[in-house]
């Protein structure tokens, strides 16, 4: 009967001409103050102004957007979930991210197109194997699923992958981690958006924070293009941006900012139902539900703001892609682009407090923090809420680079994005 009922509603709804709709949150103004100030309405920022009113019955909140929600790098990435970490801080940090995205359409009643498709790690020698057992094992003893898989799974799961003897990169095996997958960029955005909404907090588009305001050390407030505002607690949640704010409140941040890049293919019939990761050519591709190849490249190697992306990655990602899948060579690319991430020494985010008091930060997450956005607003709420961090980013603090306690996931698993 329900069934029914809703596929009535969408003839309905494809000859309504898209008129009336509710607007999915509410257009806001900004009020002279807030308990509580988000800077930065991606993922990030959102899930923690949900978090807030949800988890913690604070609703005087407002999210503080420059530009348009999601229009930074939550609406760039090439959208890939997992936990495929080595630490256990990371283990559980990422799988409880994962295991929030496996019910998130249900909790924010909103279709944010979770597809557990599996991720496959490519081997590419000797040394990847040694390593990828490592790696895999390590998930497994913290329990996160994974599984070693040969040239005959690879060959099943991954067709179009060139295992032949002439192939040009060689491919001797992998793992594969089957609840990882791909979610909605647009979707998580705009779910969070809709749910925090509803839960009274406000979300200001076109609101730059141009500075810090503060009293006796503390801060207090922001100024903004729409003017100041004042808070009892602002948390900064700026991927690509967060030494810029840092700089804003007197403080400095272990972060390097580079452009990373990403590309669609034109749609295609459906050739690839996984995700694909080489970690030795730096290449990554899923297809997406409308048929595109999606396209994810290593960082260019130099800081910058500029959301482009070099030429030579573009190439090198490309060759890398074509001499695993030869038959992708006439495939025509559709689109290409970059966003700017916070990359840090140990790969690894910073969820907690500033050295400026009422001041907590989200940030760091480079190249891999779509996937964080459930757990890292849900922290971040946490600590904003409480001011004690929450347990799981205990140890994600700031004072990891002055203690040494670091989390090092780059030279730990090689995690590239
Ligand atoms: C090409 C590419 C591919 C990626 N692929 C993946 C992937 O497959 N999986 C994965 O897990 N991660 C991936 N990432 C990383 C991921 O996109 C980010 O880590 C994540 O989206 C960060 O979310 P956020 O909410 O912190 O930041 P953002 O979505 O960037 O939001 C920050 C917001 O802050 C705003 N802002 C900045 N300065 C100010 C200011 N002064 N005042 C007000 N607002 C301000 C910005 O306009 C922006 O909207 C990828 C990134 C890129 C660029």
Redesign the pocket.
């Known amino acids: 009967m329900s069934n029914r009922y809703s596929a009535w509603a969408l003839v309905r709804g494809a000859f309504a001409r898209h008129a009336n709709w509710p607007a999915a949150w509410r257009d806001a103004s900004p009020k002279p103050a807030y308990d509580v100030i988000i800077?930065?309405?991606?993922?990030?920022?959102l899930a923690a102004a949900y978090y807030l009113a949800k988890n913690h019955g604070i609703t005087n909140v407002a999210v503080?957007?420059?530009?348009w929600i999601?229009?930074?790098?939550?609406g760039?990435?090439?959208?890939?979930?997992r936990s495929n970490y080595l630490y256990p801080e990371s283990a559980r940090l990422y799988d409880f991210s994962l295991r929030q995205y496996e019910r998130l359409s249900e909790e924010l009643n909103y279709n944010v197109m979770v597809s557990q498709r599996g991720l496959v790690l490519l081997a590419h020698s000797r040394h990847d194997l040694d390593a990828m057992s490592r790696w895999a094992n390590a998930m497994r003893m913290n329990g996160v699923d994974a599984e070693l898989i040969g040239r005959d799974e690879l060959a099943s799961r991954v067709p179009g992958l060139d295992l032949s003897p002439r192939a040009r990169i060689p491919v001797l095996g992998g793992f594969v981690q089957r609840r990882a997958g791909t979610a909605r960029h647009d979707a998580v955005a705009w779910g969070y958006a809709r749910a925090a909404s509803a839960l009274g907090v406000d979300i200001l588009q076109n609101?730059?924070?141009r500075g810090f305001v503060t009293s006796d050390g503390r801060v207090t407030g922001v100024d903004t293009n729409r003017g100041r505002i004042a808070a009892g607690r602002i948390g900064i949640?700026?991927?690509?941006?967060s030494s810029?704010?840092a700089a804003l409140a007197g403080f400095r941040l272990p972060v390097t900012s580079y452009a990373?890049?990403?590309l669609v293919s034109e749609p295609v019939k459906p050739v690839l139902d996984t995700v694909v990761l080489s970690p030795g050519t730096g290449a990554y591709l899923s297809q997406s539900d409308k048929g595109e190849l999606v396209i994810?490249a290593m960082l260019d190697l130099f800081p910058s703001y500029a959301q482009r992306g070099s030429f030579a990655i573009t190439q090198s990602i490309l060759a890398g892609v074509l001499a695993m899948f030869p038959a992708y060579a006439r495939l025509k690319m559709l689109r290409q682009w970059?966003?700017i991430?916070d990359v840090v020494h140990d790969s690894s985010p910073i969820i907690g407090p500033t050295p400026v008091p009422g001041l907590y930060i989200?940030c760091g997450?480079?190249?891999?923090?779509?996937?964080?956005?459930p757990v890292g607003g849900w922290t971040l709420a946490h600590v904003l809420a409480t001011g004690e961090n929450h347990p799981l980013a205990e140890p994600f603090q700031l004072d990891r680079f002055t203690n040494g306690r670091l989390i090092d996931e780059a030279a730990a698993s090689g995690i590239a994005?």
């Open positions: 800077v930065g309405g991606g993922g990030h920022g503080v957007e420059r530009g999601g229009g930074g790098n939550t760039r990435n090439t959208t890939i979930i609101c730059e924070v949640a700026a991927a690509g941006h810029v704010l990373l890049q990403a994810g970059a966003g991430v989200n997450w480079g190249t891999g923090g779509f996937k964080g956005i994005h």
